[in-house]
């Protein structure tokens, strides 16, 4: 028989905890849900658009009651349990309904913080909580003229622009002299104050609250001083408390909330809890993105897989505030020992400040234009130095500025019609749709709902707005450092130790060792394990072909038609009258369509067919010629201009240069492809400050550049350093491209490498200590010896995978008479 589950909250952090417990253990329990209030779970972060009448409940309802029907869970709406007995391991309600567990859930939230002055029992006064608030809220909207809303937080301003939006005279009083003070600095603030007075609201800061006037309902507010303002209405938002009356009453020991740990087990271990009622390693938690990820880790263990551990979360927010964009992480008020860079712009309600401790963020605040908040805390959290890029810091990740429209960010001032994906062609009305109809809350459930920001990214920071503006309330992304896939919880670099401690050398050894929640992967992890495996033990390591892209696994480009590209290589892109005869003569013999000079100075012969490659791949052979891997995640070409053989600039032997760097690098498999080049002289020809390894020859030697790229995003080169003799160059070379391939992340180019670890951890590596230097270029010719080895030829002399190429024989049988 299955085990019992028992959930007592239906709210949004304990009804996530079933939504990932279903999809990992969808048959272990029988589930039975109590909710307090009279429906299913919703989404809280969008009551204020309802109060607003933006939006109706139904359009925030996360899961309706179908839903609980559909997954086979008991729910039990409108009813509070009042009692836990854990001897007999049951849940008993006020109206006396019970459910027997094996595993009991708490989620029961937090309640709001009631000022405990006189008054605070009158007809009109309320809090801003949940469904119930609100419909009071606008009845009261309907009646009366005056609202107070106590406290300048989050919650307070979203309610009290919500009463403005509904014709009411709004005060908000509140007891310190900034608004959002646990978000925002003063600056920030007094910004923030300008724009809501500019909406309407009317502000009393630095007062306190004395008691509140009235008979039976509320007519007024006295402050401490005497002075008096007029209330048909007061909103008290001023934070919340773990509800734990429960735990408590049980013997579930309670601090400030109900005390967890790591598994999100409680002192009774039959019981676990999650959301704003726990109390993890002394911290409590109310936005969203900390219950989610409890959630995930409850999940795991209530499904006995039992490896997932939640270790706190970050502080990081980011948030809508009355339709303004905010984010705040870490330091962001600074002290003596910080530094500070701030951008300013009032008249487009725009506010930047970033505070640096020691070469590295320690915090910042974002106000109008929050773009780059997610690239400011991931740094801030991998603690990468920033003193190579501090003068382009505040123009942003993508140095796109910010985009004005008089404190709105650019996606929520684009029409529904307008794009946001380019690579995938989706627009902001699809996307904004997805959000509310299958109620998405982080950035990968956007993408793996819609595509948008999955391919070149650069729409990343557009979507991550478009949640924001879609969610708003008290919508909180916290950034943390993705899964390999979703067949593991495991990140690509707790991967990648392991297989190197544990000397895993196949794809099985690692699904194996890491618990791969399934069996055999899946397209994305599969190519990210066989390069890993290989990377780390070249010798010991054997190719999984399956395991790799169409492209790769037959070693040439299909093409749209289904036919395919083939590019030999020509070695810094010096080629030869031979060469040129032998390709014309087999463009001819296997009819090739299109011939065409490719920006990487070779010859692409287009539309060839499946079953022609190994011919082909023999002919290109016999004439010197072999794979150009222009298909492949490895080194693609080393692009060369003529230098100071022919040029009356060059300085440097620019080509005999980028023919040994090629020779030396090709064949070698890397994260993501990988491109070079050789300039004879600073005027730079050869284009080497937008590739991967750039070297620009200079009267004294070499300088080298990395982390270039052109493209989609075009970014230029870092300057690594700048070396006397070709010797150098190629050791520092092999170093650098070692580097990559053993720390970057499958399919990350070394400019978002780069940008993730900071230039500065590379240098230290590479430029300050030899030995490491060294270390790294030795294995990577260690390397090298296993990967050079020609493709084309061992599949068009040897036979190699021969049944890649063999058409598809269609045998016709006739049918019995």
């Not at 007062?207 to 008290?236: C, H, N, P, W, Y």
């Not at 002192?267 to 676990?272: A, E």
């Not at 995930?296 to 499904?303: E, I, P, S």
């Not at 196949?506 to 618990?515: C, G, K, L, N, T």
Request: aromatic letters at 6%; hydrophobic letters at 35%; charged letters at 25%.
């Amino acid at each position: 028989m299955k085990e019992k589950l028992v959930l007592v909250g239906n709210g949004m952090a304990g009804v996530r905890t079933l939504e990932e417990l279903l999809k990992l253990a969808p048959d272990t329990y029988d589930i039975t849900v109590f909710g307090n209030e009279p429906y299913g779970n919703y989404n809280r972060i969008l009551l204020s658009p309802v109060l607003a009448r933006e939006k109706t409940i139904d359009d925030i309802m996360l899961n309706d009651i179908s839903w609980y029907e559909d997954n086979n869970i008991t729910l039990h709406t409108g009813k509070e349990i009042t009692q836990i007995d854990r001897i007999n391991r049951k849940v008993i309600a006020a109206d006396g309904t019970t459910a027997a567990y094996d595993r009991l859930l708490l989620a029961t939230g937090s309640h709001p913080f009631i000022i405990p002055i006189p008054g605070k029992n009158l007809n009109g006064v309320i809090t801003f909580r949940d469904i119930h608030d609100v419909e009071a809220m606008l009845e009261a909207a309907g009646q009366y003229k005056n609202a107070v809303v106590i406290g300048g937080g989050l919650l307070g301003l979203e309610a009290a622009y919500g009463l403005r939006t509904q014709g009411m005279d709004v005060t908000v009083v509140h007891l310190l002299d900034s608004l959002m003070e646990r978000q925002l600095d003063k600056p920030a603030a007094a910004l923030l104050k300008h724009q809501l007075q500019e909406k309407g609201l009317n502000f009393k800061m630095e007062a306190q609250t004395e008691s509140i006037l009235g008979a039976e309902r509320v007519t007024g507010v006295r402050f401490k001083g005497g002075e008096e303002i007029d209330a048909d209405l007061v909103v008290m938002a001023v934070g919340i408390r773990p509800n734990i009356e429960l735990a408590k009453a049980s013997g579930i020991h309670c601090e400030r909330g109900v005390v967890i740990n790591d598994t999100m087990q409680t002192y009774d271990p039959r019981i676990y809890a999650v959301g704003e009622c726990v109390q993890h390693r002394n911290e409590t938690y109310g936005l969203v993105a900390p219950l989610f990820e409890m959630g995930k880790v409850c999940a795991n263990h209530l499904a006995n897989l039992g490896y997932a551990r939640y270790e706190g979360s970050t502080p990081s927010t980011k948030l809508k505030v009355t339709g303004i964009d905010l984010f705040s992480a870490g330091n962001f008020n600074g002290d003596d020992s910080t530094e500070e860079i701030i951008v300013q712009d009032q008249s487009r309600g725009i506010y930047k400040k970033v505070v640096i401790k020691d070469d590295k963020i320690a915090g910042a605040v974002l106000y109008g234009d929050t773009v780059d908040g997610s690239w400011y805390f991931q740094m801030m959290k991998d603690n990468t130095d920033i003193s190579e890029i501090r003068d382009q810091l505040m123009l942003g990740q993508h140095h796109i500025g910010d985009a004005g429209h008089g404190g709105q960010n650019a996606a929520a001032a684009m029409s529904d019609d307008m794009e946001v994906c380019g690579c995938n062609g989706i627009g902001k009305g699809e996307i904004t749709k997805a959000i509310v109809d299958k109620g998405l809350f982080t950035l990968d459930e956007v993408k793996s709902h819609t595509k948008a920001a999955s391919s070149c990214g650069s729409c990343t920071g557009l979507v991550e707005q478009l949640l924001v503006a879609t969610l708003g309330g008290d919508y909180s992304a916290t950034p943390t450092e993705k899964p390999v896939c979703k067949c593991t919880d495991h990140t690509h670099d707790e991967v990648r130790a392991g297989i190197r401690k544990q000397k895993l050398t196949s794809i099985e050894a690692v699904r194996d060792f890491f618990d791969w929640q399934t069996p055999d992967g899946c397209a994305s992890c599969r190519p990210a394990l066989n390069y890993y495996v290989l990377a780390a033990w070249p010798a010991e390591a054997k190719d999984d072909p399956q395991s790799r892209f169409i492209n790769e696994r037959v070693h040439a480009n299909i093409q749209k038609d289904g036919t395919y590209s083939v590019i030999p290589r020509m070695w810094g892109g010096i080629t030869n009258p031979d060469e040129l005869r032998a390709i014309a003569d087999i463009a001819d013999k296997y009819k090739v369509p299109t011939v065409k000079v490719t920006g990487g100075q070779r010859i692409d012969l287009l539309g060839v067919k499946k079953a022609d490659l190994p011919p082909m791949w023999a002919d290109l052979n016999k004439a010197g010629m072999v794979s150009g891997h222009a298909y492949g995640k490895s080194l693609r070409t080393v692009k060369t201009c003529v230098g100071q053989e022919w040029c009356r600039f060059g300085t440097q032997q620019s080509i005999s240069l980028g023919v040994d760097l090629e020779k030396l690098t090709w064949g070698s498999w890397t994260p993501h492809k990988y491109k070079m080049a050789v300039s004879g002289c600073p005027r730079n020809c050869a284009e080497a400050t937008i590739k991967d390894f750039g070297v620009v020859c200079v009267d004294s030697g070499y300088e080298l550049h990395v982390g270039g790229n052109g493209g989609v995003k075009v970014r230029a080169t870092d300057l690594l350093t700048k070396v006397a003799t070709e010797e150098e160059v190629k050791e520092y070379c092999g170093a650098f491209l070692q580097l990559y391939r053993e720390e970057a992340h499958y399919l990350e180019r070394t400019a978002p490498w780069i940008e993730r670890v900071g230039l500065a951890s590379i240098k230290k590596i590479i430029n300050d200590n030899e030995q490491d230097r060294q270390a790294l270029n030795e294995r990577f010719l260690v390397s090298q010896q296993y990967s050079q080895i020609d493709p084309w030829a061992e599949r068009a002399s040897e036979g190699v995978e021969a049944y890649e190429y063999a058409p598809i024989k269609v045998i016709k049988k006739e049918a019995a008479k």
